[in-house]
């Protein structure tokens, strides 16, 4: 179990949504882009809670090490969301060429340039 200090509240989580959510907020923040991702924690009293935390260029979070018998929340759908999304962030996309005999629906481009001066 990690400590999350988020927005002057401290979360305990597992330790794989803690670093995920950490790793999440940097490729974020490289990017300028934002996200909002949705963890189960125990809170400061030990109550369980939803927190919900925005990620971008200004987020501060800090992960901490905690040594609790506590069963870590499940996080496992937040962890999974957060994977894909690292994933997407990564990997170029690209424009493929249709591949098939149909163009019907291929644009025609027919520029007149004639009377541009070059």
Known sequence: MKHIMYAEKTLMIGDDAADLAIEYAAVLAN????????LNAFDADGDTVE????????????????????????????????????VALSSPRYAMPHAGGDSSDAVDIDMDLDGIDR
Do not use: C, F, W
Not at 31 to 38: E, G, H, P, Q, Y
Not at 55 to 72: F, R
């Open 31 to 38: 990017l300028s882009k934002a996200d909002t991702i949705t």
């Open 51 to 86: 927190a919900k935390l925005l990620l971008n260029s200004g987020t501060n979070i800090v992960a901490a090490t905690s040594h609790n018998s506590l069963e870590e929340p499940d996080n496992s759908e937040a962890v999974a969301y957060i994977r894909e999304q690292m």
